[in-house]
């Protein structure tokens, strides 16, 4: 159960070093063709579609040349990787880290019981019993069908929707990584 957290945990650790490892931002993409290097202006003369940094206007430099000048293919490369600069992916990466967190398994409670956060028109905690789960001696009845008694080994549930553990937003999660040599097909949404 701790395999895929601590898979995703690891991503998200490399995609956070490479964005912060990369030349900061923000990225811009200029069809104008111009940039600044040091203190020199220059003009692209040899006809690149490229992404800068440090900014709209002027560039300080470029990232990533992509390729012909007027090349519809090199214009949308340039566009989406400057839309994907390194201050877009640690935004992602924080957002999935807080995902992460919300839908790790519930830890058992009493009697076979997991608190589970359930969400509708607004979130609320309630306990929710396990299959097979027996109410704590000296419970009071609930009015509700008697439980089984609880397995000692009952499958873990998502603390954030209540469904078996690892749920479809965690699986959702880490499908990206799914060409990693560490992605399991169990983990498959």
């Not at 701790?2 to 900061?24: N, S, V, W």
């Not at 992602?92 to 359930?118: I, N, Q």
């Not at 309630?126 to 609930?142: I, Q």
Request: net charge negative; glycine share 10%; charged share 30%.
């Amino acid at each position: 159960m701790d395999e895929l957290i601590t898979f995703m945990r690891a991503r998200l650790d490399e995609d956070e070093r490479g964005a912060r490892d990369a030349t900061p931002g923000p990225w811009s993409y200029d069809p104008g063709k111009e940039w600044y290097d040091g203190d020199d202006f220059v003009t692209m003369t040899n006809g690149q579609e490229f992404v800068g940094y440090g900014g709209l206007s002027p560039f300080r430099g470029a990232v990533c040349i992509t390729g012909d000048a007027g090349h519809a293919q090199s214009a949308k490369d340039a566009e989406y990787i400057a839309a994907h600069d390194p201050a877009r992916t640690l935004r992602e990466t924080e957002a999935r880290r807080r995902t992460l967190a919300r839908h790790a398994p519930a830890p058992p409670t009493e009697a076979g019981r997991r608190t589970v956060t359930r969400h509708g028109s607004g979130p609320q905690t309630e306990t929710a019993p396990l299959p097979n789960a027996e109410p704590p001696a000296g419970a009071e009845p609930s009015g509700a069908e008697p439980a089984a008694e609880a397995e000692p080994d009952a499958p873990p549930r998502c603390q954030h929707d209540g469904q078996p553990w690892p749920c479809p937003d965690l699986r959702d999660l880490a499908a990206p990584y799914a060409d990693h040599p560490g992605y399991r097909d169990e983990w498959r949404p």
